[in-house]
């Protein structure tokens, strides 16, 4: 009797580490890029409930930026307001505790809508905003784009937005991801409720 219980928890908490395996998706981004902010809106969005227990996602906002002079200043693609917009991202996703509150602000914050200057989506988002305030424009914004900038390297990003999963990139798998997120998600691990 006692083996057949012991047998059965041990059943019982694989069949809990396998539950709780989670594919960690890596969004490399930019605050005012069209093709991300459709990719959030049209992909992240709808699907996110359906997925949210299967996946770990961490927002890296950069893409195509680069940094001057160790973090003087940095050129972005879509110009400096879109390095502000980076820089607030970054400052307001380091503050927020949570997968869910960190996707509620950034599918905020990456719409056709929103302020493009990032502050009413920060706003909504709770986080404290004297922080907030302090963060953009001083050492640890800098810090946390530089951090952004290290990461970005680590990828061949030749399109924005690009993904990662479990942190490998894969060219073929970044560009499923773009057009069909959950389909990508599936490739990578097909235990996901709704896989075929």
Known sequence: MFLRFVSILALALVAATVVDVRVKVTVFY???????IRWISNQLAPNYNALRNHIDLE?????????????????????????????????????LPDQDRQVSYVTCQMSFDADPRGWECTF????????TQNCVEGVQGVQLQLEAERRTQQIPLTFVPSFA??????????QLAFQDFPAALCRVDSSIAGCQ
């Not at 930019?30 to 991300?36: F, I, R, V």
């Not at 200043?73 to 400052?91: A, D, K, V």
């Open 59 to 95: 927002f890296i906002p950069f893409g195509k930026a680069r940094s001057i002079n160790g973090g003087q200043s940095f050129e972005c693609q879509h110009g400096p307001l879109e390095c502000e917009g980076n820089r607030i991202q970054s400052c307001v996703l380091n503050q």
């Open 30 to 36: 930019e605050h005012l890029c069209p093709d991300s």
């Open 165 to 174: 999963f479990n942190d490998q990139f894969d060219q073929e798998l970044n």
């Open 124 to 131: 909504r988002s709770g986080v404290d905003l004297v922080a």
